[in-house]
Nanobody, 126 residues
Framework: EAQLVESGGGLVQAGGSLTLSCVAS????????IGWFRQAPGKEREGVSC????????DYADSVKGRFTISSDNAKNTVYLQMNSLKPEDTALYYC???????????????????WGQGTQVTVSS
């Protein structure tokens, strides 16, 4: 059974940092792209960043470019999202998702991702 488990969320002050982890199991990690998404209360789900597990190509939403870094450790079937210079508007439930390797842009539709985690909450206080 395919499974994605996120961790690393928490409460942080504006300007602080957090690193989220997404551990995958139950499918061949190298055959998928992994994306990070977020959803704040009352707002639509937003793509944050994505990475191809096989060639490490990455993409970022404009709202996080220069502040967030996505990376993967294929030996651990894990994708990380390093978040620096956090802002209150980054507050959201963060999800990771796995989808076909063709999903190379974070603007690709979320419905094309096959597997989703349960999410980890990130709260940034001002």
């Amino acid at each position: 059974e395919a499974q994605l488990v996120e961790s690393g969320g928490g409460l942080v002050q504006a300007g602080g940092s957090l690193t989220l982890s997404c551990v995958a199991s139950g499918f061949t990690f190298d055959d998928y792209a992994i994306g990070w998404f977020r959803q704040a209360p009352g707002k639509e789900r937003e793509g944050v960043s994505c990475i191809s597990a096989i060639d490490r190509d990455t993409d970022y939403a404009d709202s996080v470019k220069g502040r967030f870094t996505i990376s993967s450790d294929n030996a651990k079937n894990t994708v990380y999202l390093q978040m620096n210079s956090l802002k209150p508007e980054d507050t959201a439930l963060y999800y990771c998702a796995a989808g076909p390797l063709q999903l190379t842009h974070i603007s690709d539709p979320a419905y094309k991702y096959d597997y989703w985690g349960q999410g980890t909450q990130v709260t940034v206080s001002s």
